[in-house]
């Protein structure tokens, strides 16, 4: 009997010294599969930081930015087996607060950092005055236009105004340069909020007042019925109502559209000549204003990352958060993605080549309209898309397809 124990002690032992001391720690993480940072530029972002954080290992998911919200909701209640680490979109931190999927991480910034970021990327991450991440994506949308094709058309410059674009496309049209000058994401998504949004801050409008719907009125109407007319004329591609992002992209990068909204992904793609026929043709200035009321326009479309408050490994999480938010990778990345940090738009890594984004990016990020902070956000845009697309469809005018939504968001809470 004693031989047995000694046997199984010495086992035992050769046991342990063929285990690894330590096991690794497994981060994971959920990211979104279009526009601004690549796949490929998350997974270069994350082997860097493994090779920075010996012992740490993060796994990286992607998903269609349509199935995001969903993504991460679904992931809340599965305990040790849901995500350390989330990318979610400025939208969502009051729904996210008040249901406790992210935790708060106020005490861990450190406030020299907050002067030195741009105020619409805080935004993201805030929310009743306490931080739940922090900002990674700063964007908006910017027009594009086609030089080739305007110059053709006698134009000497692009739109300054919503009017001047209408009455360009209309020239462009005539001279049968193009069928459809303007194109769109007017699908029934968030994408079709995220462009009536700029149009809503150009015309001066609001979504809110006082809690209450007030999109039924001023600005926000005009918005929908500018975007009616450029259908009407004939100047916007019908099946931008079908469009997502990446249709826009791909139609403008085709010589398809003299115009187009997108976000300050597209600039670099659309210069590509491996993947656009009109690189070095791509012009980008502010989305337009009106006359009287705005000089330009800009929704805030910026995105954060943030731990979710079931996350087994908090502390590496944020080292992940910070590590990917920090100015020397944001500059390293920052040809499909501006940077959140102001320092980075004298850096010639990050303003070289292009130029022109980031002067338009000067007006642009200083203005951006911020869709409504509330925690009933996604109902109110699932409202607001299925009115607004039917008054793009002819189904209602603008004026009573926004009525019907606002006696609807009435009751949301």
């Known amino acids: 009997m004693h031989f047995k124990i000694l046997a199984a ?7 342990g010294l063929s285990a690894p001391a330590f096991a690794d720690t497994q981060l994971n993480a959920l990211f979104m599969s279009q526009a601004a940072y690549s796949e490929a530029d998350v997974k270069a972002m994350t082997a860097d930081f493994e090779k920075a954080n010996p012992g740490v290992k993060v796994n990286v998911e992607f998903v269609p930015y349509e199935a995001l919200h969903d993504k991460i909701v679904a992931a809340a209640g599965a305990g040790d087996r849901g995500y350390d680490v989330i990318l979610y979109d400025v939208i969502w931190p009051a729904e996210f607060v008040k249901k406790g999927f ?3 991480v106020t005490d861990k910034v450190p406030a020299a950092d907050h002067d030195k970021i741009f105020d619409g990327a805080w935004t993201t991450v805030t929310y009743d005055s306490k931080v739940y991440g922090m900002p990674w994506i700063l964007d908006t949308k910017y027009l594009y236009y086609n030089k080739d094709i305007l110059a053709k058309a006698g134009i000497s410059a692009p ?11 209309e020239q462009i049209k005539a001279k049968g340069l193009v069928k459809y000058p303007i194109v769109w994401s007017w699908q029934q998504a968030e994408a079709l ?49 079908e469009y997502l992002e990446e249709d826009v992209r791909k139609v403008f990068s085709n010589g398809e ?3 187009a909204l997108n976000w300050t992904y597209m ?5 590509d000549p491996k993947q656009s026929k009109v690189a070095g043709q791509v012009g980008i200035e502010p989305a337009p ?3 009287g009321i705005s000089k330009a326009s800009a929704v805030n479309g910026s995105m954060g990352l943030g731990i979710a408050s079931n996350s087994a490994h908090p502390d590496e999480a944020w080292k992940y958060v910070t590590f990917l938010s920090s ?16 320092a980075s738009y004298t850096e010639p890594a990050v303003t070289q080549g292009q130029e022109y984004l980031v002067k338009a990016a000067d007006v642009s990020l200083g203005l951006m309209f911020l869709r409504p902070a509330v925690p009933y956000y996604t109902e109110l845009s699932n409202i607001l898309q299925k009115n607004i697309h039917a008054a793009l469809l002819g189904e209602d005018t603008p004026q009573a397809a926004l009525d019907a939504a606002a006696a609807r968001a009435a009751r949301l809470r």
């Open 102 to 104: 992210l935790k708060d």
């Open 257 to 259: 559209a003299a115009f």
């Open 289 to 291: 204003g009106v006359d």
């Open 9 to 15: 002690t010495a086992l035992a032992s050769l046991v």
């Open 327 to 342: 100015k020397d990778v944001q500059d390293k990345y920052a040809k499909l993605s501006l940077p959140i940090w102001k």
């Open 193 to 241: 909020i995220c462009d009536f949004t700029t149009l809503t801050s150009a015309y001066g409008g609001s979504f809110l007042k006082d809690g209450k719907p007030a999109f039924q009125t001023g600005g926000a109407v005009e918005a929908v019925k500018y975007m009616r007319e450029t259908l009407d004329k004939g100047v916007t591609n019908p099946s931008s109502r």
């Open 159 to 169: 739109p300054k105004t919503w009017a001047e674009l209408e009455s360009q496309a």
């Open 267 to 271: 600039y670099a793609l659309a210069n």
